[in-house]
């Protein structure tokens, strides 16, 4: 089983709104992480947790707050966005703790920010 | 510095043809990791093949065969006998023992499978 899940599937929000993305798996992975792709690019990574622990930030602005509550769930809050912030926002397990294991992806989130 | 390169960036083909994906990488570490995923328009990211820098052997699953030659830093992925389902963009990836859990991906390649 290689399921990750992302809710909500689609996301409309205005600049001045609050929203959280979440991310669940239950592989018992102990690493997960966030990537942002815009439209015709790859993915890019924003942040790595590790055994719920917070590894890797990619110089993500603050207007986007991670948070893993527990090995199985992965949260991103939203607050201020900006229009070119309007991505696909994925999220990704994986098994090994070294980080070097396989990336597992969940659906995404679509994010349009007004 | 690491690096993947796929210079094609859509390719289009009808049904039944078969199909090669370039890779080319560039890393300065002598242990690291490659891979190809399939981003079908729903968007989500499926993982196809993980290959080690230490495993060379050529891997042939159903349709799809991948041609991993270290000496010119290459991981090719065909499809045989395309299928309308096989349109999606492919990203190939590379994970270095420095780089620990960031996949730096190619800018990818778009499959089109016309009937």
């Known amino acids: 089983d290689t399921e990750v899940t992302q809710t909500p599937k689609h996301l409309v929000m205005g600049m001045t709104n609050k929203k959280s993305l979440k991310c669940e798996q239950h592989?018992?992975?102990?690493?997960m992480y966030w990537y942002k792709q815009k439209a015709k690019k790859p993915p890019e990574l924003m942040f790595v947790?590790?055994?719920?622990?917070?590894?890797i930030n990619e110089s993500v602005p603050s207007r986007f707050s991670p948070e893993c509550p527990n090995s199985s769930l992965l949260n991103l809050h939203l607050h201020a966005l900006q229009p070119e912030d309007s991505a696909l926002y994925l999220c990704?397990?994986?098994?090994?703790?070294?980080?070097?294991?396989?990336?597992?992806f969940g659906p995404g989130t679509r994010l349009l920010v007004l | 510095a690491q690096k993947v390169t796929q210079a094609q960036t859509e390719i289009s083909v009808v049904e039944k043809e078969d199909v090669t994906l370039d890779c080319v990488y560039e890393?300065?570490?002598?242990?690291?990791?490659l891979f190809w995923y399939k981003q079908p328009p729903s968007g989500e990211l499926v993982f196809l093949i993980r290959?080690?820098?230490?495993?060379?052997q050529n891997e042939i699953s159903g349709r799809y065969s991948w041609n991993f030659q270290k000496s010119t830093s290459s991981f090719n992925f065909t499809i045989t006998a395309s299928q309308v389902v096989d349109s999606a963009v492919y990203f190939c990836?590379?994970?270095?023992?420095?780089?620990?859990?960031?996949?730096?991906f190619g800018a990818g390649t778009q499959v089109v499978v016309t009937p």
């Open positions: 290959r080690n820098s230490f495993d060379e």
């Open positions: 947790y590790s055994y719920e622990k917070l590894s």
């Open positions: 890393t300065r570490d002598t242990t690291y990791y």
């Open positions: 592989m018992g992975h102990r690493a």
């Open positions: 990704a397990s994986s098994r090994r703790d070294s980080l070097l294991g396989t990336q597992y």
């Open positions: 990836a590379l994970m270095t023992t420095d780089s620990w859990g960031k996949l730096q």
